[in-house]
């Protein structure tokens, strides 16, 4: 067995430096490729843009017959055959985007042995046409990308997926690789027993992504912030990724005002004008695309500057993987995500809202973990790295709290301030007003409601808004108030630890607001 490794290895080799013009292997790559040439079933579970594309294309080059290729995403498939094709390798794709006629095109071209390499939505899997179809190739290996979309527990559960789990049976003596970027552990033993993987060689690679610098940045006036960020990118590519269709149009009509040529992208747009939009981006014609998450699988562009989150993420997960899509070519690239804890509260609100199911719990479990992300006094990469079931400690000094850690300073008089605001008036109002009525502002809402007259009326006058904003965060999330949500929006109320704080009877140690909006934006990036 040892001397036939290394001819079938160095084939691979020689496909690696020929056909895609590298000279080595990355990491993780040559194992993997070794095991599907050996004839078995593997799980490859790599970062974004770590390079799994290869692990399944260079075996396609070295097997005789055909290789099946399902990826979920028809413009990911796209891009890819395009790609292969450019490099001389005989790939094509089916798809229910397609006519009848170009399908029946390509089914010949598999059928008379002149494709390497077929991609097929998952759709096209196991019905009766793709057996009739199917049974007429020689199919040598499977490759089964996004393989998480099997899962419930993944972020991205795709029903057509579970069919293919039926494959390994049809194709005994095919190897099938899963390729997946999600990485917890539940997800993985999902994928395996779908797929009904045999004696699976399993590859888990790093998830650290050393190149890119994680900041956080607080919400104060989000628009303005994410303008400013964009500005200061000075023409470099990037995403900006939001929750919600009418937003990505508004904000891509703002940086337009801006002069940076931005575009939206999201499922709501009519096909042509979504590949426009993605070609555009592809080839540096457009700086900018602010797309809801439907967008992130499909692009494969490797010199993504920065990726800024406007909205939180609903998991580790989905955030890690999609603002994995910067610097895929290793230079140094911004991941900024903008925050806002109301942001938290109302998709747990929108979880807690659905009925109770196993799904519903997978929800809140996950939202939980990128909470914490975002609320973390310590190192953003150690959060994700050890979230992810690597076993790190050592600070990262490449994300906002390693570069500007932050100073604490003694709370206990600002919470009293916003403490006896809150309960003066009434628990009835919400953070803007609370923090109106503290700064003494002279609005007519105050006036009609007579809170000028309350002995809490300006004590907070030396302070901005957005430093009052910082603080009371920081006391929702120590638990010391609540945001309660009603009719008119979140009403502050105080919680049963605020009364010793308000006695002074405990020491309050606060982190002093960070008031910059982009704090470590400014230095240069190594
Ligand atoms: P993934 O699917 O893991 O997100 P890709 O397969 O798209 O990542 O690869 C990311 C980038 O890395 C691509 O531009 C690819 O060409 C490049 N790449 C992959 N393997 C190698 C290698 N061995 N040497 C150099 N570049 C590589
Ligand atoms: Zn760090």
Same mark, same amino acid.
């Given at each position: 067995a040892e001397e036939q490794k290394i001819?079938?290895?160095?084939?691979?080799?020689?496909?690696?430096?020929?056909?895609?013009?590298?000279?080595?292997?990355?990491?993780?790559? +040559? +194992?993997?490729?070794?095991?599907?040439?050996?004839g078995r079933d593997s799980l490859v579970v790599m970062a974004t843009g770590s390079g799994k594309s290869l692990c399944y294309q260079i075996p396609a080059l070295c097997f005789p017959g055909l290789t099946l290729v399902i990826s979920p995403l028809i413009s990911l498939m796209k891009d890819q055959v395009d790609q292969l094709c450019a490099n001389g390798v005989a790939a094509d794709y089916l798809n229910s985007a397609q006519s009848f006629e170009q399908q029946q095109q390509v089914q010949n071209k598999a059928i008379s042995g002149q494709l390497k390499l077929l991609y097929l939505s998952p759709e096209k899997v196991m019905t009766n046409g793709f057996f009739h179809f199917i049974s007429q190739c020689r199919v040598d290996f499977i490759?089964?990308?996004?393989?998480?979309?099997?899962?419930?527990?993944?972020?991205d559960f795709r029903p057509e997926y579970t069919r293919l789990g039926g494959l390994k049976a049809c194709f005994a003596n095919a190897p099938v690789m899963a390729l997946t970027a999600t990485a917890d552990s539940s997800t993985r033993q999902d994928i395996l027993r779908h797929l009904n993987l045999q004696r699976p060689y399993i590859y888990v690679g790093s998830f650290d992504r050393p190149n890119i610098r994680y900041t956080l940045v607080e919400k104060f006036k989000p628009m303005e912030q994410l303008c400013r960020f964009?500005?200061?990118?000075?023409?470099?590519?990037?995403?900006?990724?939001?929750?919600?269709?009418?937003?990505?149009?508004?904000?891509? +009509?703002t940086l337009r005002k801006q002069g940076i040529a931005a575009a939206a992208y999201h499922a709501g747009l009519e096909n042509g004008l979504r590949e426009r939009v993605q070609q555009d981006f592809q080839r540096d014609n457009l700086q900018v695309v602010v797309a809801t998450i439907a967008f992130g699988m499909g692009i494969n562009k490797s010199n993504v500057r920065f990726v800024a989150h406007f909205d939180l993420s609903r998991s580790i997960e989905a955030y890690y993987q999609e603002?994995?899509?910067?610097?895929?070519?290793?230079?140094?690239?911004?991941?900024?995500?903008?925050?806002?804890?109301?942001?938290?509260a109302w998709l747990q609100r929108m979880i807690a809202e659905k009925e109770e199911s196993p799904q519903r719990r997978i929800e809140q479990y996950k939202l939980e973990a990128i909470g914490e992300f975002a609320e973390s006094q310590t190192c953003r990469r150690l959060v994700l790295l050890n979230y992810f079931g690597e076993n790190r400690q050592t600070p990262?000094?490449?994300?906002?709290?390693?570069?500007?850690?932050?100073?604490?300073?003694?709370?206990?008089?600002?919470?009293?301030?916003i403490l006896s605001a809150i309960y003066r008036l009434g628990q009835r109002?919400?953070?803007q007003y609370v923090i109106a009525v503290l700064r003494g502002l002279q609005n007519q809402k105050i006036r009609e409601n007579r809170h000028d007259s309350l002995s809490v009326y300006g004590i907070g006058r030396d302070k901005s808004k957005e430093y009052w904003q910082s603080v009371i965060r920081q006391l929702i999330h120590l638990g010391f108030i609540r945001q309660v949500f009603g009719?008119?929006?979140?009403?502050?109320?105080?919680?049963?630890?605020?009364?010793?704080?308000?006695?002074?009877?405990?020491?309050?140690?606060?982190?002093?607001?960070?008031?910059?909006?982009?704090?470590?934006?400014?230095r240069a990036q190594k």
């Open positions: 001819p079938v290895i160095s084939t691979a080799l020689s496909r690696l430096q020929q056909v895609f013009g590298y000279q080595n292997f990355r990491q993780g790559q +040559e +194992e993997v490729i070794r095991s599907a040439l050996e490759a089964i990308d996004e393989a998480h979309c099997i899962s419930q527990w993944g972020h964009v500005a200061a990118q000075k023409g470099k590519s990037g995403i900006v990724y939001c929750n919600s269709r009418s937003k990505a149009e508004r904000i891509a +009509e603002s994995g899509r910067a610097g895929r070519d290793d230079l140094a690239a911004e991941a900024v995500l903008f925050y806002d804890p109301a942001d938290y990262c000094n490449n994300c906002d709290i390693c570069l500007d850690p932050p100073k604490k300073y003694d709370g206990l008089l600002d919470a009293q301030k109002y919400g953070i009719d008119v929006g979140a009403v502050l109320q105080l919680t049963e630890s605020a009364r010793p704080v308000l006695r002074g009877e405990v020491a309050l140690s606060l982190a002093t607001p960070r008031l910059s909006s982009l704090p470590v934006l400014h």
